[in-house]
């Protein structure tokens, strides 16, 4: 939504425009029902679609991009794409079903539209996903993936959007932190292979064992509504996670608020190296970035400041 070496980041924002009020309302219901919750989801549910009947806008296919696809994927006209489990709102389920919404799925199913190809998504735990594309179980995961040097040893990225850290506390903020160095030594909540865990943790213990603190005691999980949890119960002392979940968790959940927001970076499309993805969907996302489509899906999930122009490929954070 990982060994030391998986992850993801975003940002919320802003209301909808008046027209959309309507749908708007469905949506922040339907994220409530998601953020609210139990238990941890099975990573085994699919969905197959080509973004008709998804709530996705309509995009043309990009012929040249699809002529880059390697031969097996023209011959199934299907990506098999890989999405963490439940966190709202950048991945999570509709009402009453398995299949996934959310601004992840909403995402992969632009680039199978762009590239004429039908979209499975496939849910899977966060840190399986890089284990799973090398067992060839997914073409290509949408999952809020910081490029890393170390990653990019087995992935080829494209970048998608953008996204940041949030630290969630509870209410009132009673520990005073106030940012990544506030931490030291405290109780912190983590996702499992997250990039937050792998890279940003452990630059701060080398900062607090300079300053003579302790280092953060690190708590793991596979979803980050049972971080929260741990949180409001008094287990943690706070939560480092990706900012659209944290930001809209906090929206919903009166026990916690946001004590800091930082460190702003895209994040990719993760491409097995040895597929033959990559020129077809950087070629798809080079035009999905600059259309309508992307820009209402953002908009539909108050995303609509994590939006990029430029699609680059494998540029490491």
Request: glycine share 8%; charged share 20%; proline share 7%.
């Amino acid at each position: 939504m990982k060994t030391p070496q998986v992850a993801p980041r975003t940002r919320h924002t802003a209301p909808a425009a008046p027209a959309a009020v309507g749908r708007a309302a469905v949506v922040i219901s339907a994220l409530m029902l998601a953020v609210t919750a139990c238990g941890t989801q099975a990573p085994a549910s699919t969905t197959t679609d080509a973004g008709q009947g998804t709530g996705v806008p309509p995009l043309a296919v990009n012929e040249a991009a699809a002529q880059l696809l390697p031969d097996s994927v023209k011959a199934t006209k299907v990506l098999r794409v890989a999405i963490p489990t439940n966190e709202p709102p950048t991945q999570f389920y509709r009402e009453g079903t398995q299949e996934m919404t959310g601004t992840n799925p909403d995402v992969a199913r632009l680039i199978g539209e762009a590239l004429g190809v039908k979209v499975e998504i496939q849910v899977a735990n966060f840190d399986s996903i890089i284990p799973g594309m090398a067992a060839g179980r997914y073409d290509m995961t949408v999952s809020s993936m910081t490029p890393t040097t170390k990653r990019m040893e087995v992935l080829d990225f494209v970048d998608y959007m953008q996204m940041g850290n949030s630290i969630a506390v509870p209410r009132g903020n009673p520990l005073g932190v106030s940012s990544e160095g506030s931490l030291c030594g405290k109780k912190v909540g983590l996702l499992t292979g997250s990039y937050q865990l792998a890279v940003n943790v452990p630059a701060v213990d080398e900062k607090c064992t300079a300053a003579g603190s302790g280092t953060i005691q690190r708590s793991e999980f596979q979803d980050t509504r049972q971080a929260i949890s741990a949180l409001t119960s008094g287990r943690l002392d706070a939560v480092l996670a990706d900012s659209p979940i944290l930001d809209f968790a906090a929206t919903q959940n009166p026990q916690i608020e946001i004590a800091s927001k930082y460190d702003f970076t895209p994040v990719g499309v993760g491409i097995p190296k040895d597929s033959g993805m990559v020129k077809a969907v950087s070629a798809a996302l080079s035009e999905v970035v600059k259309s309508d489509s992307y820009r209402k899906v953002l908009d539909k999930y108050g995303l609509e400041s994590s939006a990029i122009t430029d699609a680059r490929v494998n540029f490491a954070q």
